[in-house]
């Protein structure tokens, strides 16, 4: 099946007991046993839910992977993972992440010993020099947020093998639709499910999808034993959401097509960041590993912090809230919201200034969403 039929049948069945085609919600904390240890495949609502298993098994065919497994956030599922990894080991991550990744593994550096690397693996060049010392992770996003570069997921998986780490991918801005990383030589795949998986901004939820049996055995006992799993009813919100996500994701791309020609040709507009705008080598690495460039625009605005505020307040059809892969267009300020617990000096380092705004572009009439930003940097 292609990849928008398997959306809404792969693993999926209809109901056995009733014919009904959307699955049922199990609400049950606990199942019966015939005797100690006799199950239908279910015991206690932490360890497994037959609703989160249609879940589980939805994403893992998605991404092309062996096993998936959901969380009740995109951190939840990070802190998971982290759990996996022994105190002193080496990570090397990408530069530019989200905020609160890098909190997460600041804390486990001072916590528990973890040695964290942040470089901008994005240049091959310098993921080669970072990857001649031994990782036991090596963890990016691509595209990156909020600054959208992109990373040769082949190239860093061979990197990331021969330095016997495993390579994660946050594949939230992308998704499955557009870029399956397990696909071009990734271990791992991350997800905040609140994002585009879900939707419709009504749903928290994270997930792990493993390209290793060995992998995929350790992480389940610890999403078990760390026990940060999601509800059935949010399970079931994320597989109604995945449903059309496809769809979604081609009328996001077109909205951000409006948008890239507004601000592309602005004055007030000092830099735009968009999957393979910069760079002819990023426009062949979207040609080889993707199937789009997604809904984010991320713009630096002439003017730094005070001129960003001043568009932020004039936009109309965009909310100022924090998240993102929505139905509706959300903006970001990522200096003082999403990022505001790195350290100045090093979110300006790499690039993430006060002038900087971040635009999730919904599914509304792309013609509104244009000149909506339009309109927001006239008072710029």
């Not at 046993?33 to 839910?49: D, H, I, M, W």
């Not at 919904?362 to 940097?377: F, K, M, N, R, Y």
Request: with cysteine.
């Amino acid at each position: 099946m292609r990849f928008d039929t398997r959306l809404i049948h792969a693993q999926q069945p209809a109901d056995p007991a009733t014919g009904a085609v959307v699955p049922p919600i199990h609400l049950a904390t606990t199942f019966r046993q015939s005797a100690p240890n006799r199950t239908k495949g279910f015991v206690y609502g932490r360890s497994g839910n037959p609703t989160r298993a249609i879940l589980e098994a939805t994403l893992a065919d998605l991404e092309s992977g062996r096993r998936g497994l959901a969380f009740s956030s995109g951190l939840g599922a990070l802190t998971t993972l982290l759990e996996s990894v022994p105190g002193g080991r080496r990570i090397v991550a990408i530069d530019d992440l989200y905020g609160g990744t890098r909190r997460l593994f600041e804390h486990h550096r001072a916590q528990f010993g973890l040695s964290v690397d942040y470089r901008d693996l994005s240049d091959l060049a310098e993921a080669r020099a970072a990857l001649a010392t031994p990782a036991h992770l090596v963890y990016v996003e691509s595209p990156t947020n909020p600054l959208l570069k992109l990373v040769d997921l082949r190239a860093l998986a061979g990197l990331a093998h021969r330095a016997g780490a495993r390579l994660v991918v946050d594949n939230t801005f992308a998704t499955p639709a557009l870029q399956r990383p397990l696909e071009h030589g990734a271990d791992i795949v991350l997800h905040s499910m609140t994002k585009y998986l879900g939707g419709h901004s009504d749903v928290v939820g994270g997930a792990l999808v493993l390209g290793r049996d060995d992998d995929a055995e350790r992480l389940a006992w610890l999403q078990n034993a760390v026990g940060a799993v999601p509800s059935p009813f949010d399970c079931f919100l994320v597989l109604r959401g995945l449903h059309t996500l496809g769809v979604r994701m081609r009328a996001h791309q077109e909205s951000a097509a409006a948008v890239l020609e507004v601000v592309g040709r602005s004055r007030k507009v000092r830099a735009v960041h968009y999957p393979g705008r910069a760079r002819a080598s990023d426009r062949a690495l979207v040609r080889r590993q993707m199937a789009g460039r997604g809904g984010i625009v991320s713009v630096e605005v002439a003017g730094g912090g005070r001129a960003a505020r001043r568009f932020l307040a004039r936009l109309r059809v965009f909310t100022l809230a924090e998240s993102l892969g929505a139905v509706e267009s959300l903006v970001d300020h990522p200096a003082s919201m999403t990022h505001a617990s790195v350290p100045r000096a090093v979110r300006q380092a790499h690039g993430v200034t006060d002038g900087l705004v971040r635009l999730s572009c919904g599914i509304e009439d792309p013609a509104d969403l244009a000149e909506d930003v339009a309109h927001a940097l006239r008072a710029v």
